[in-house]
């Protein structure tokens, strides 16, 4: 489901929505025990329902919804996160039950509810997880061309996606053929591709047709169009399933006559007005952690605390960011720009850490404060940097259409990156950003942004 530009799963959607309402079931039910009930509890009561977003809050912030995660975890695989998530929640209700006089929440009604909470949601989660794998709820799908575009799609895990292959479907110009017999289908005089839909009760039909000058049945397409199935380009698929604009699917027209990509004034204002706030924030937050950082820094070795590096920016201009630095001082003694990789042994002990915490990345406000970077946005790569990439990977400067930032999808999305390879799939992602970007999933970002912080997913 599109909502405000941005592709969410319906099953994440539907997940939250189950979830949203078995938190209040439960919250509620504590109030109503003996030991806590308290007067006139309302069902509409402003403190119940406050708890219950608190819970969807918590469990955001936990990375629960995380389609990733869920595809990967089953009851038992979440437990790891609910059980924290809820200890959270018992702690915030405890909280306000201690300083607030004739609170709804005691600390023991807290208590209660983080156990009750903790068998709902583990009940419904597991019901959740077998109903949402039979097949009977997955969308079924048609895909129209067998060649490698095609069958790029198999490089989905379909098991843990709401929809379901049913067949490729040959045209005349076309000599691949699917591994899978069975599931090959033809279009010839006597089948029609609305036959096939009916004959094996498609609700969608994905185009992934490499060369359609000739070989696109474009009057059984817009029949079926019109006779209520959907039509979808693979790259407007991949993009809604996968949150990312994959380059081995993609056509220059899709980009140019595509949506998306909207730069208006009134975006950029309030994106702007986003990061003084946000920037503003940040620095008022982190403060003591910033100046322990840099005291620790300069403890451990010789050289300045922060770090100033050219990288390229919006219009491919180029600017200093500021970096807390983590590399010996003598890390590029020989001028010689070079990936970050694994266990690199030009890091310090203090380096590190703020790597994995992302603490390094803190003194960046700066630039979001004089207006070279945003606070959500692509990484600036460095020059040298930028120029390889841009002559290996195709559509690498679009990525300079917009101000870069602090943090992004593609750092939320994908490992740190310390290849051409990387950059490669980072830009999918940049490019999806891009394309999508608003106010929305700039909040989204930093949600998840924090959960990378908590759980230190791809630092170096």
Same mark, same amino acid.
């Given at each position: ?7 969410? /799963? *319906?099953? &994440?959607? #539907? !997940? ?6 078995? %938190?209040?079931?439960? +919250? ?51 437990? /790891? *996160?609910? &059980?924290? #998530? !809820? ?6 209700? %405890?909280?306000?039950? +201690? ?362």
């Amino acid at each position: 489901m599109r909502i405000f530009s941005h592709y969410i /799963p *319906r099953r &994440v959607l #539907a !997940l939250a929505a189950a979830e949203l309402l078995m %938190a209040y079931l439960c +919250l509620y039910l504590v109030l109503t025990l003996p030991p806590f009930e308290p007067e006139g509890l309302s069902l509409l009561d402003p403190v119940l329902i406050g708890a219950t977003a608190v819970v969807l809050l918590v469990l955001m912030l936990a990375g629960l919804y995380e389609s990733d995660y869920l595809s990967t975890h089953g009851v038992r695989g979440s437990l /790891p *996160r609910l &059980v924290p #998530a !809820l200890l959270v929640v018992a702690g915030v209700l %405890a909280l306000y039950g +201690l300083t607030t006089p004739s609170a709804l929440f005691s600390p023991a009604a807290a208590a209660g509810a983080a156990l009750v909470l903790l068998g709902g949601l583990a009940a419904e989660r597991s019901l959740w997880g077998n109903v949402s794998s039979v097949d009977a709820f997955k969308r079924r799908i048609l895909v129209l061309g067998t060649g490698s575009r095609a069958r790029a799609i198999e490089s989905i895990d379909a098991a843990a996606l709401p929809y379901r292959i049913l067949g490729y479907i040959a045209t005349d110009g076309e000599k691949d053929r699917p591994e899978d017999p069975e599931r090959h289908l033809t279009l010839d005089g006597e089948t029609s591709l609305i036959d096939l839909i009916r004959q094996h009760r498609a609700q969608e039909v994905v185009v992934a047709i490499r060369d359609r000058r000739s070989n696109l049945p474009m009057k059984q397409l817009l029949e079926c169009k019109l006779r209520g199935v959907a039509i979808t380009d693979i790259s407007t698929f991949f993009e809604r399933e996968q949150q990312r604009v994959r380059l081995d699917s993609l056509n220059a027209s899709w980009l140019v006559f595509g949506e998306g990509f909207r730069q208006g004034r009134t975006r950029n204002a309030v994106k702007r007005t986003f990061d003084i706030m946000a920037s503003s924030l940040l620095l008022l937050v982190t403060l003591p952690v910033m100046l322990v950082t840099a005291a620790a820094i300069k403890l451990e070795s010789r050289g300045p605390v922060f770090f100033w590096q050219t990288r390229v920016g919006l219009g491919n201009q180029p600017f200093e960011v500021c970096k807390f630095r983590s590399m010996r001082e003598d890390a590029e003694v020989d001028g010689v720009a070079r990936w970050a990789v694994q266990d690199d042994d030009r890091v310090t002990r203090v380096g590190r850490l703020i790597r994995k915490l992302r603490i390094d990345e803190l003194p960046q406000v700066i630039n979001v404060f004089e207006g070279s970077m945003s606070f959500v946005g692509p990484r600036p790569e460095r020059p040298v940097f930028v120029q390889e990439l841009t002559e290996l990977i195709p559509y690498f400067p679009t990525r300079h259409t917009i101000r870069p930032g602090i943090t992004g999808w593609a750092q939320v999305r994908y490992p740190y990156g310390a290849s051409v390879e990387d950059a490669r799939q980072k830009l999918q992602y940049d490019l999806y950003y891009v394309k999508n970007h608003t106010l929305f999933l700039d909040i989204l970002i930093l949600f998840e942004t924090v959960q990378v912080v908590l759980f230190g997913r791809g630092a170096r």
